[in-house]
C-alpha cells in the first residue's frame, strides 16, 4: 500500500509472518484471485474469509488497506494486514494500530464522532444510538482527561482494555 492510496498507518516493527507462512498466506489469497486474474481481492471476499467474517472491526481494517485505484485488496496488503492481527504480533503495535486506525482524521486524537463510529462497529445495532452518545458522553466527561472533547492514545490505551484489544485486533488464519 503506498501513502497515496490511504492514510500512513505503522509499520510492523518485526516480522510476525514466518518464509514458511508467505506462501501459504498466498495460496490463501489465490484462491479469492485466480491467478492474479482480478488485480486482488474485493472487501467483500475479505470479510467472507470464516476467521474474519464474526469480527466487526475488520470492514474498517479492510478500507485501510485497499488499491485506491481498483478499490481491491492486493496479496501484499493481505499479508499485511495478517501480519498486523497475528497472535504473535505484539500488543503495543495492535494498540497503535487501533488508533491510527480509528483516528480517520489523522490529527493524533479519537474525536466524539470516532468514538460513535467505534462503538457503533463494534455494538452494531445491539445498542441504540442515545445509548452509544451516553457511553462516549460519559468517557469524554471524565475529569483525567487532557481534553474533555477526544481521547490522547494514551487514554484511549487506559480505557480499553488490553483483552479487547487482543480480541479484535487478532485473527489466526487457517493455513492450508
Request: proline share 7%.
Amino acid at each position: 500500500m503506498s501513502p497515496s492510496d490511504s492514510k500512513s498507518l505503522p509499520e510492523i516493527s518485526f516480522v510476525v509472518v514466518t518464509a514458511k507462512e508467505i506462501p501459504k498466506l498466498l495460496k490463501r489469497f489465490a484462491y479469492y484471485d485466480p491467478g492474479g486474474r482480478n488485480g486482488g481481492i474485493t472487501p467483500k471476499q475479505f470479510l467472507d474469509i470464516p476467521e474474519i467474517s464474526t469480527n466487526p472491526i475488520m470492514p474498517k481494517v479492510a478500507s485501510a488497506y485497499l488499491e485506491r485505484r481498483t478499490n481491491r485488496l492486493t496479496s501484499e496488503s493481505f499479508i499485511s494486514i495478517l501480519s498486523r492481527l497475528s497472535p504473535r504480533n505484539s500488543l503495543d503495535d495492535k494498540k497503535q494500530f487501533a488508533f491510527q486506525l480509528l483516528d480517520t482524521d489523522n490529527d493524533g486524537y479519537l474525536s466524539h464522532s470516532e468514538l460513535f463510529s467505534l462503538f457503533r462497529m463494534v455494538t452494531g445495532p445491539t445498542l441504540t444510538d442515545d445509548h452509544v452518545l451516553g457511553i462516549i458522553t460519559s468517557i469524554l466527561s471524565r475529569s483525567d482527561l487532557q481534553q474533555p472533547t477526544r481521547l490522547t492514545f494514551e487514554e484511549f490505551t487506559n480505557i480499553v482494555s488490553d483483552e479487547e484489544i487482543e480480541e479484535l485486533f487478532t485473527v489466526e488464519l487457517q493455513l492450508p
